[in-house]
């Protein structure tokens, strides 16, 4: 079976310009979340969604945004990019949203802003 | 959110145990200690993950202490692919079951 796969695996951008990454969980899972790592530093939080619905959100200014489709894949959009969004940007999904489970990684989007 | 606290870095003999120890003192009742781990250029991987009671699987067992502060996850026996950054993590469920990453433990095994 495949894994959780992210799209692209690497973006260059300019200061202001707008991203989108997008996710691929495993089949079956309806839950995914999106962090962001910054070199040296562990991943942080910033959605989560389950069911299509917006489940949990982090700590991040309004300039991130995502959904999720009716196939369970989500995008994650970044507006108005600054220096500071330059990171990894991981996907995870799982069986579900509230429980206890075990969240499965993507190999992630490497961000650079210019 | 308050997150763990680990040492920087840990360094273990292939084949011997490795104890990786986290420090969670204001962790709430209903938060879980997951433990993932990570090699480069990789996503994290997920090791092991508990409430209260110590708990074991095919790749580590958690220690968890009476009064939930403190846990410790151990490798029983290391091999050089255990060689990684390990996260202590606060798993906030009533948050959309978040994942709390404190900085990691940076393990490296000598053979």
């Known amino acids: 079976d495949a894994g959780v796969t992210q799209s692209p695996t690497h973006l260059i951008k300019t200061r202001g310009q707008q991203v989108t990454l997008r996710c691929s969980p495993i089949?079956?899972?309806?839950?995914v979340s999106w962090y962001q790592q910054v070199l040296g530093q562990g991943p942080q939080f910033i959605f989560q969604?389950?069911?299509?619905?917006?489940?949990g959100r982090g700590n991040f200014p309004d300039r991130f945004s995502a959904r999720q489709f009716p196939n369970y894949s989500s995008e994650l959009n970044v507006n108005a990019l600054l220096l500071g969004d330059s990171a990894l940007y991981l996907c995870?999904?799982?069986?579900?949203?509230?429980?206890?489970?075990?969240?499965?990684f993507g190999p992630g989007t490497r961000l650079t802003v210019l | 959110d308050a997150k763990t606290t680990q040492p920087n870095s840990m360094e273990s003999n292939e084949e011997e145990p490795v104890h990786l120890p986290c420090n969670h003192s204001?962790?709430?009742?209903?938060?879980?200690i997951h433990w993932y781990r990570q090699l480069p250029s990789q996503g994290p991987e997920y090791v092991i993950h508990?409430?209260?009671s110590n708990v074991n699987n095919r790749m580590a067992s958690l220690a968890i202490a009476e009064d939930r502060k403190s846990s410790t996850l151990i490798l029983h026996r290391a091999t050089l692919r255990d060689a990684a950054v390990y996260y202590c993590?606060?798993?906030?469920?009533?948050?959309?079951?978040?994942?709390?990453f404190g900085q990691g433990t940076e393990l490296s095994v000598k053979p």
């Open positions: 969604y389950y069911e299509k619905e917006e489940r």
């Open positions: 204001t962790i709430s009742g209903t938060d879980y």
């Open positions: 993590i606060r798993a906030i469920y009533n948050q959309g079951g978040k994942l709390i």
């Open positions: 089949s079956g899972h309806k839950s």
């Open positions: 995870a999904s799982s069986l579900a949203g509230l429980a206890p489970n075990e969240q499965f």
């Open positions: 508990g409430l209260t």
